[in-house]
T-cell receptor, first 110, second 113 residues
Framework: KAGVTQTPRYLIKTRGQQVTLSCSPI?????VSWYQQTPGQGLQFLFE???????NKGNFPGRFSGRQFSNSRSEMNVSTLELGDSALYLC?????????FGPGTRLTVT | AQSVSQHNHHVILSEAASLELGCNYS??????LFWYVQYPGQHLQLLLK??????LVKGIKGFEAEFIKSKFSFNLRKPSVQWSDTAEYFC???????????FGAGTTVTVRA
Protein backbone atom coordinates (compact mmCIF):
# COMPACT_ATOMS: atom_id res chain seq x y z
CA LYS A 1 0.00 0.00 0.00
CA ALA A 2 1.13 3.53 -0.65
CA GLY A 3 1.98 5.51 2.44
CA VAL A 4 0.59 8.80 3.67
CA THR A 5 1.19 11.53 1.14
CA GLN A 6 1.37 15.23 1.84
CA THR A 7 1.41 18.12 -0.59
CA PRO A 8 3.17 20.36 -1.07
CA ARG A 9 6.42 19.20 0.52
CA TYR A 10 7.84 22.70 0.85
CA LEU A 11 6.15 26.07 1.02
CA ILE A 12 7.31 29.64 1.55
CA LYS A 13 4.73 32.24 2.54
CA THR A 14 4.71 35.81 3.77
CA ARG A 15 3.31 37.00 7.08
CA GLY A 16 -0.41 37.69 6.86
CA GLN A 17 -1.03 35.23 4.05
CA GLN A 18 -2.96 32.01 4.43
CA VAL A 19 -1.97 28.49 3.47
CA THR A 20 -3.68 25.17 2.81
CA LEU A 21 -1.89 21.86 3.25
CA SER A 22 -3.19 18.56 1.96
CA CYS A 23 -2.95 15.00 3.22
CA SER A 24 -3.98 11.73 1.60
CA PRO A 25 -4.17 8.85 4.09
CA ILE A 26 -3.27 5.24 3.50
CA UNK A 27 -6.05 3.51 1.59
CA UNK A 28 -8.70 2.24 4.01
CA UNK A 29 -7.67 4.50 6.88
CA UNK A 30 -10.51 6.76 8.01
CA UNK A 31 -8.74 8.70 10.75
CA VAL A 32 -6.37 11.56 9.97
CA SER A 33 -4.40 13.59 12.51
CA TRP A 34 -2.24 16.68 12.13
CA TYR A 35 0.83 17.65 14.14
CA GLN A 36 3.19 20.59 14.17
CA GLN A 37 6.91 19.93 14.69
CA THR A 38 9.29 22.73 15.67
CA PRO A 39 12.75 22.67 17.30
CA GLY A 40 11.47 24.61 20.30
CA GLN A 41 8.09 23.00 20.98
CA GLY A 42 8.65 19.54 19.54
CA LEU A 43 5.69 17.59 18.20
CA GLN A 44 2.33 19.08 19.08
CA PHE A 45 -1.12 17.77 18.22
CA LEU A 46 -3.32 20.01 16.11
CA PHE A 47 -6.51 18.02 15.41
CA GLU A 48 -7.93 14.64 14.45
CA UNK A 49 -10.71 13.74 12.05
CA UNK A 50 -12.69 10.56 11.52
CA UNK A 51 -15.39 10.23 8.91
CA UNK A 52 -15.41 13.99 8.32
CA UNK A 53 -15.89 14.78 12.05
CA UNK A 54 -13.33 16.46 14.25
CA UNK A 55 -12.96 14.29 17.34
CA ASN A 56 -10.19 16.14 19.14
CA LYS A 57 -8.39 19.46 18.90
CA GLY A 58 -5.12 20.68 20.36
CA ASN A 59 -4.30 24.01 21.96
CA PHE A 60 -3.78 26.10 18.87
CA PRO A 61 -5.42 29.42 17.99
CA GLY A 62 -8.47 29.54 15.76
CA ARG A 63 -6.26 30.53 12.82
CA PHE A 64 -5.54 26.81 12.50
CA SER A 65 -8.40 24.83 11.04
CA GLY A 66 -8.93 21.60 9.22
CA ARG A 67 -11.42 19.44 7.47
CA GLN A 68 -11.81 15.96 6.13
CA PHE A 69 -13.54 14.90 2.96
CA SER A 70 -15.71 11.86 2.27
CA ASN A 71 -12.74 10.05 0.70
CA SER A 72 -10.81 10.57 3.99
CA ARG A 73 -8.40 13.08 2.46
CA SER A 74 -7.78 15.99 4.78
CA GLU A 75 -6.70 19.59 4.53
CA MET A 76 -5.48 22.01 7.14
CA ASN A 77 -5.57 25.75 6.77
CA VAL A 78 -3.63 28.43 8.56
CA SER A 79 -4.86 31.98 8.13
CA THR A 80 -3.01 35.22 8.85
CA LEU A 81 0.36 33.52 9.00
CA GLU A 82 2.85 34.54 11.66
CA LEU A 83 6.62 33.96 11.73
CA GLY A 84 6.11 31.47 14.55
CA ASP A 85 4.02 29.25 12.27
CA SER A 86 7.20 28.18 10.48
CA ALA A 87 7.35 24.45 11.13
CA LEU A 88 7.11 20.97 9.73
CA TYR A 89 3.44 19.97 9.55
CA LEU A 90 2.89 16.25 9.79
CA CYS A 91 -0.16 14.28 8.85
CA UNK A 92 -0.82 10.78 10.17
CA UNK A 93 -3.45 8.26 9.23
CA UNK A 94 -4.59 5.76 11.76
CA UNK A 95 -5.79 2.20 11.79
CA UNK A 96 -6.51 0.15 14.91
CA UNK A 97 -4.79 2.67 17.14
CA UNK A 98 -1.54 2.92 15.17
CA UNK A 99 -0.64 6.19 13.51
CA UNK A 100 1.36 6.21 10.29
CA PHE A 101 3.08 9.46 9.46
CA GLY A 102 3.67 11.20 6.16
CA PRO A 103 6.85 13.03 5.19
CA GLY A 104 5.45 16.40 6.21
CA THR A 105 5.12 19.84 4.66
CA ARG A 106 7.90 22.26 5.54
CA LEU A 107 6.32 25.71 5.88
CA THR A 108 8.53 28.76 6.07
CA VAL A 109 6.95 32.11 6.88
CA THR A 110 8.98 35.21 6.02
CA ALA B 1 -3.38 16.93 31.04
CA GLN B 2 -1.08 14.39 29.47
CA SER B 3 2.65 14.87 29.59
CA VAL B 4 5.57 12.76 28.45
CA SER B 5 9.11 13.11 29.74
CA GLN B 6 12.17 11.65 28.06
CA HIS B 7 15.17 11.50 30.33
CA ASN B 8 17.97 12.15 27.87
CA HIS B 9 18.30 14.83 25.24
CA HIS B 10 21.34 13.38 23.46
CA VAL B 11 22.99 9.99 23.85
CA ILE B 12 26.29 9.07 22.22
CA LEU B 13 27.28 5.41 21.99
CA SER B 14 29.78 3.17 20.26
CA GLU B 15 28.63 0.33 18.04
CA ALA B 16 27.73 -2.85 19.95
CA ALA B 17 26.97 -0.89 23.12
CA SER B 18 23.60 -1.35 24.78
CA LEU B 19 20.99 1.38 24.61
CA GLU B 20 18.30 2.31 27.10
CA LEU B 21 16.12 5.38 26.71
CA GLY B 22 13.86 6.43 29.55
CA CYS B 23 10.29 7.63 29.18
CA ASN B 24 7.81 8.58 31.88
CA TYR B 25 4.29 9.81 31.34
CA SER B 26 1.53 11.47 33.28
CA UNK B 27 -2.09 10.67 32.45
CA UNK B 28 -5.17 10.04 34.54
CA UNK B 29 -6.51 7.01 32.70
CA UNK B 30 -5.72 4.03 30.52
CA UNK B 31 -3.08 4.68 27.90
CA UNK B 32 -1.57 3.20 24.80
CA LEU B 33 2.19 3.71 24.53
CA PHE B 34 4.47 4.08 21.54
CA TRP B 35 8.05 4.62 20.50
CA TYR B 36 8.67 6.30 17.17
CA VAL B 37 11.98 6.79 15.37
CA GLN B 38 12.99 9.47 12.89
CA TYR B 39 16.09 8.61 10.87
CA PRO B 40 17.96 11.52 9.26
CA GLY B 41 15.95 12.80 6.32
CA GLN B 42 13.13 10.32 6.84
CA HIS B 43 9.68 10.52 8.33
CA LEU B 44 8.51 9.23 11.68
CA GLN B 45 8.23 5.45 11.85
CA LEU B 46 6.63 3.29 14.51
CA LEU B 47 9.20 1.19 16.38
CA LEU B 48 6.85 -0.56 18.77
CA LYS B 49 3.64 -0.15 20.73
CA UNK B 50 1.97 -1.32 23.91
CA UNK B 51 -1.79 -1.58 24.19
CA UNK B 52 -2.32 -4.32 26.78
CA UNK B 53 -1.06 -7.74 27.86
CA UNK B 54 2.60 -8.65 28.24
CA UNK B 55 4.37 -5.50 29.44
CA LEU B 56 7.52 -6.44 27.53
CA VAL B 57 6.97 -5.67 23.87
CA LYS B 58 9.23 -6.28 20.93
CA GLY B 59 9.43 -4.07 17.90
CA ILE B 60 11.33 -3.76 14.69
CA LYS B 61 15.11 -3.79 14.30
CA GLY B 62 15.75 -5.56 17.60
CA PHE B 63 14.18 -2.93 19.85
CA GLU B 64 12.08 -3.77 22.87
CA ALA B 65 10.32 -1.76 25.57
CA GLU B 66 8.98 -2.50 29.01
CA PHE B 67 5.84 -0.94 30.45
CA ILE B 68 5.98 -0.55 34.22
CA LYS B 69 2.54 0.67 35.25
CA SER B 70 3.50 1.49 38.84
CA LYS B 71 6.27 3.77 37.62
CA PHE B 72 4.35 5.24 34.66
CA SER B 73 7.34 4.31 32.54
CA PHE B 74 7.90 2.84 29.10
CA ASN B 75 11.65 2.49 28.57
CA LEU B 76 13.17 1.52 25.24
CA ARG B 77 16.10 -0.89 25.00
CA LYS B 78 18.37 -2.45 22.43
CA PRO B 79 21.13 -4.86 23.51
CA SER B 80 23.60 -3.98 20.76
CA VAL B 81 23.33 -0.84 18.62
CA GLN B 82 24.55 -0.35 15.09
CA TRP B 83 25.68 2.79 13.30
CA SER B 84 22.36 2.69 11.42
CA ASP B 85 20.48 3.25 14.70
CA THR B 86 21.59 6.88 14.66
CA ALA B 87 18.29 8.74 14.78
CA GLU B 88 15.91 10.70 16.96
CA TYR B 89 13.64 8.63 19.18
CA PHE B 90 10.27 9.80 20.47
CA CYS B 91 8.15 8.31 23.20
CA UNK B 92 4.41 8.96 22.78
CA UNK B 93 1.26 8.37 24.77
CA UNK B 94 -2.37 8.21 23.71
CA UNK B 95 -5.18 8.09 26.22
CA UNK B 96 -7.70 5.45 25.23
CA UNK B 97 -10.52 7.29 23.44
CA UNK B 98 -8.45 10.49 23.11
CA UNK B 99 -7.37 10.10 19.47
CA UNK B 100 -4.27 12.24 19.97
CA UNK B 101 -0.63 11.42 20.56
CA UNK B 102 1.34 13.37 23.14
CA PHE B 103 5.04 13.20 22.40
CA GLY B 104 8.11 13.54 24.51
CA ALA B 105 10.80 16.03 23.48
CA GLY B 106 12.80 13.31 21.77
CA THR B 107 16.24 11.82 22.32
CA THR B 108 18.93 12.12 19.68
CA VAL B 109 21.01 8.95 19.55
CA THR B 110 24.38 9.07 17.84
CA VAL B 111 26.16 5.76 17.29
CA ARG B 112 29.86 6.02 16.51
CA ALA B 113 31.36 3.37 14.27
Amino acid sequence: KAGVTQTPRYLIKTRGQQVTLSCSPISGHRSVSWYQQTPGQGLQFLFEYFSETQRNKGNFPGRFSGRQFSNSRSEMNVSTLELGDSALYLCASSFEGEQYFGPGTRLTVT
Amino acid sequence: AQSVSQHNHHVILSEAASLELGCNYSYGGTVNLFWYVQYPGQHLQLLLKYFSGDPLVKGIKGFEAEFIKSKFSFNLRKPSVQWSDTAEYFCAVMGVGDYKLSFGAGTTVTVRA
